[in-house]
């Protein structure tokens, strides 16, 4: 079975850290923002992306918060250039004020109030998958900027966005931590950044019950063990080497923590 390397090298500030530590490329990046407290690292997330994407109130979020997190800058200057090139959403949330001005900009609009059915993140991941040409989809992950904490439902609607796409590598990250999607169909080598995330970490499985993890890397590895909700699930684990590798037979969450400045 092949392997699928991680490394959360987009947490860390310049190109040159973020190549990767063995010559492999840097995967393509898109940014999607969603409308909840931007995490503090936004700027660095929208710098590494290619492709930087607002799910309906998500753009008041980066008008409203990234001069707070850029201070030392001009609030005009920063509104000006941190211009996502799509808004897509049923926009119910985004304000006219906001629409008009990125619309002004140069930003697509993109209006699916008509379908009530699909989250806006969704929406948002389809238009990545089928409208970007320009972007490398062998090589592509989804950044996915404020996906956590606030509504159980939003948190879990996201969550689920990994499992509809669950072909894509998609990372949900908060201020607190990261989740993205281990898909059954691979191995998994996880390379841990210690200078910006960890130790804490979690692994669980989603839609079924695991019959078999096998784990190395973790202070409370798992040997080809069964893992399901109302039983044992892996949480408050403790990333122990610099990369931990995952086995199983069923799609896992892996979740690991983002240290504080
Ligand atoms: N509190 C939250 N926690 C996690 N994700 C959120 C939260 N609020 C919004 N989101 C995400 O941001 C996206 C856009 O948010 P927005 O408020 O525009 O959604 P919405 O479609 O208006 O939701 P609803 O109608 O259920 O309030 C949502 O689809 C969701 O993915
Ligand atoms: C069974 C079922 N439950 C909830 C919704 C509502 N819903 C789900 S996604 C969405 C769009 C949010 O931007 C809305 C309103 C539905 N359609 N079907």
């Known amino acids: 079975m092949d392997v699928i390397r991680h490394c959360s090298s987009f947490l860390l500030p310049s190109p040159s850290h973020a190549a990767g530590t063995d010559g492999r490329p840097t995967p393509a990046y898109a940014l999607v923002v969603l409308n909840q407290r931007l995490p503090r690292f936004t700027p660095l997330l929208w710098e590494h992306a290619q492709v930087r994407m607002c799910a309906d109130g998500g753009a008041n979020r980066v008008y409203d918060e990234m001069p707070g997190l850029l201070p030392h800058e001009d609030a005009v ?12 959403g049923d926009m119910d949330s985004i304000r006219t004020e906001i629409m008009d001005f990125y619309r002004k900009l140069g930003t697509k609009i993109v209006d699916e109030s008509h379908d009530q059915d699909t989250t806006d993140l969704h929406k948002c991941v389809s238009y990545i998958r089928d409208s970007t040409p320009e972007l490398d989809k062998s090589n592509l992950c ?11 439902d939003h948190e879990i609607g996201n969550i689920n966005v ?3 796409f669950s072909d894509m590598r998609i990372i949900l990250i908060s201020d607190d931590c990261l ?61 122990r080497e610099e990369t931990v590798t995952v086995r199983s037979d069923s799609d896992l969450l892996w979740t690991i923590s983002i240290k504080k400045p």
């Open 77 to 88: 200057a920063i509104r000006n250039r941190y211009k996502p090139e799509v808004i897509k």
């Open 142 to 152: 989804i950044l996915v900027a404020g996906a956590l904490g606030g509504r159980f």
């Open 162 to 164: 990994l499992c509809r």
């Open 179 to 239: 989740i993205q999607l281990l898909p059954r169909t691979h191995h998994h080598e996880i390379h841990i950044l210690s200078s910006v995330e960890g130790p804490h970490c979690g692994l669980v499985p989603i839609g079924i019950p695991s019959k078999s993890t096998t784990t190395t890397g973790l202070q409370w590895d798992l040997a080809d063990t069964e893992m399901k909700f109302g039983g044992l699930i892996s949480t408050s684990n403790i990333a």
